[in-house]
């Protein structure tokens, strides 16, 4: 029996969000309190993709409290996970063997993290999502949104979920079941950076015409618990310089918070150049620098992870709103790429979408243009976040790191005192057309893993603690199955052997060193989305795997 004549089962819904993230707990809960409020009684359902909520989430995260002042005030009151308050800010510039501290008079006042939390944004996300089921709210985690519905009239109707019990040649197991269509007055998209149904939803109403390509990063991530004589409980640390070329945009992140618990991280710029650079790979030979390595000796890694981040911001912000539903959060990239925080803008975005929706479905409404939203952004805080900062991404980009990053520090300060640059620079390129040819390049001779501080990306994976049904469809899917050997192997030394941090990709030979093969171990994914963003011909399409499959980050 073809998947077309199993009819699927749907449930209806007043909103229905995508997502369980920031963003979209938020508009959860905010449309609940505004249920409760005016006694106008409204259905929300919100899915989330991991096997539960936050399984899926990576930050950082130093937190902005502004979102959740906002959206629950008494927050610390109600136990909140975010018991780590910011005590000490340092900014390092890193060389091959040596450091340099900056003063820390010497940084823009945006760029101060005194009255911020450090913390598990997953945690945090676990917290929300019992606020919001105490709310009302139905939340069904292990369900993927897999496919956009629509009205007669091109409108958004809600979502399918994908169907479960697939084998990997196509066929129907014992446990399959078709998948449910969750319609819904409007629906609100907060699938995070790259999110496979927001792609789709902006090709199809050209959200964004106009606006300069969506940059972004990839942010790695590992949680150390460390020796109790190092930890500094509340320590910010950030650096920027090696291992990275000054043409490669990225930097550092080392949190000092919990019980002898540190989050350190690495951000690499998916704008760069060398096809043979290795994301993981710099991040772990970062560690191994003299001013980082002692933190981490004779502590234990406990998690690993990565995500993609949205870099794009103010002028790659794309339009938010569509007939039927609308992006909030990291959906639409409201990350604050020098603070590098986008939780708190994730949540401001999803309550404004909320009290839009709200307002909508109370007068009667469905499936229109929410266009008070997009309204409330131009006048909120978001707005004024991006605004002020929107040079800093092209400053690097354009001038390299040391330059770039002065010139940054100039413009934040001409903009807290009132006198920002009168103009908007391009992003130029997307991020997979700057790739240059490998035999312009040099391949990148990384160190072998230590075991102790660094790592290998088998064993990482494996704490990350991934895990998909092996006998599914492959969810990463070639428009051509040709070009990764035919085409990038020759002309960019297939660059998603390195880009992935995760081992998806690999070029495999056979016994005698010859006849390569392109191999995709899908089983490996941690959702990161980079491939679908970096590789250089677009010809890697991300799409959701059964609900429930990839990471399940503890603590991130």
Not at 4 to 29: H, K, N, Q
Not at 165 to 177: I, L, M, R
Not at 465 to 492: M, S
Request: charged fraction near 25%.
């Amino acid at each position: 029996m073809s998947e077309e004549t199993v009819e699927r089962e749907f449930m209806e819904y007043d909103v229905l969000i995508v997502g369980g993230g920031p963003a979209g707990l938020s508009a959860a809960i905010r449309l609940r309190q505004l249920a409760a409020e005016q006694d106008f009684d409204i259905s929300v359902c919100l899915i989330e993709k991991g096997s539960e909520v936050g399984a899926h989430i990576l930050s950082g995260a130093v937190i902005d409290p502004i979102g959740l002042d906002k959206l629950i005030p008494d927050w610390r009151e109600q136990g909140a996970p975010l018991d780590t308050p910011v005590v000490s800010d340092h900014f390092i510039y890193l060389g091959p063997a040596g450091s340099l501290t900056i003063p820390s008079f010497l940084y823009p006042p945006l760029m101060n993290n005194h009255g911020n939390y450090i913390g598990s944004l997953a945690n945090l996300c676990r917290w929300l999502a019992t606020k919001a089921e105490e709310l009302g709210v139905e939340i069904y985690p292990g369900f993927a949104g897999a496919e956009v519905l629509y009205n007669e009239d091109g409108s958004v109707r809600g979502v399918a979920t994908g169907d479960m019990g697939v084998a990997k040649d196509g066929h129907h197991k014992d446990s399959y079941t078709r998948g449910m269509e969750l319609r819904a007055k409007y629906t609100l998209f907060a699938e995070g950076a790259r999110g496979s149904l927001t792609k789709e939803l902006t090709r199809k109403f050209k959200l964004d015409e106009g606006r300069d390509p969506q940059k972004y990063g990839i942010g790695l991530k590992e949680v150390w618990e460390i020796d109790p004589a190092k930890h500094q409980k509340g320590k910010v640390q950030h650096t920027l310089g090696w291992p990275l070329s000054d043409d490669t945009g990225g930097g550092s992140f080392l949190y000092h918070f919990g019980d002898n618990l540190v989050s350190v991280g690495f951000v690499v710029h998916l704008n760069y150049k060398n096809p043979y650079l290795s994301p993981f790979d710099e991040f772990q030979r970062f560690k191994m620098h003299p001013a980082i390595r002692d933190t981490f000796e004779g502590g234990k890694r406990i998690a690993y992870g990565a995500r993609a981040i949205t870099e794009g911001g103010f002028q790659s912000v794309p339009k938010l709103t569509f007939r039927g539903g609308a992006l909030i959060g990291c959906s639409a990239g409201f990350v604050n790429v020098p603070r590098i925080k986008g939780s708190h803008n994730a949540m401001l975005t999803g309550m404004m979408g909320a009290e839009a929706a709200f307002d909508a479905v109370k007068g009667g409404r469905a499936a229109d243009e929410l266009t008070a939203y997009a309204k409330a952004y131009i006048g909120s805080p978001v707005y004024k976040d991006l605004k002020r900062v929107r040079n800093v991404k092209p400053f690097l980009s354009r001038f390299g790191t040391f330059f770039g990053m002065g010139f940054s520090f100039v413009d934040m300060w001409m903009n807290q005192l009132g006198i920002g640059l009168p103009f908007t620079l391009k992003h130029g390129k997307a991020d997979h057309e700057t790739l240059k040819k490998a035999s312009e390049c040099k391949p990148i001779d990384y160190p072998k893993p230590d075991g102790k501080i660094s790592f290998d990306k088998l064993s990482s994976v494996f704490i990350s603690a991934t895990n998909h049904e092996e006998d599914q469809p492959i969810h990463l899917k070639l428009k051509d199955p040709a070009i990764p050997i035919a085409y990038n192997l020759p002309t960019f030394a297939e660059p998603a052997q390195r880009y992935c941090p995760a081992g998806v990709y690999e070029v495999v030979l056979d016994a005698e060193g010859k006849n390569p093969r392109f191999q995709i171990n899908a089983q490996n994914c941690v959702h990161c989305k980079t491939c679908d963003i970096k590789d250089p011909t677009q010809n890697i399409n991300w799409t959701v795997p059964e609900g429930g499959g990839g990471p399940n980050y503890p603590n991130m």
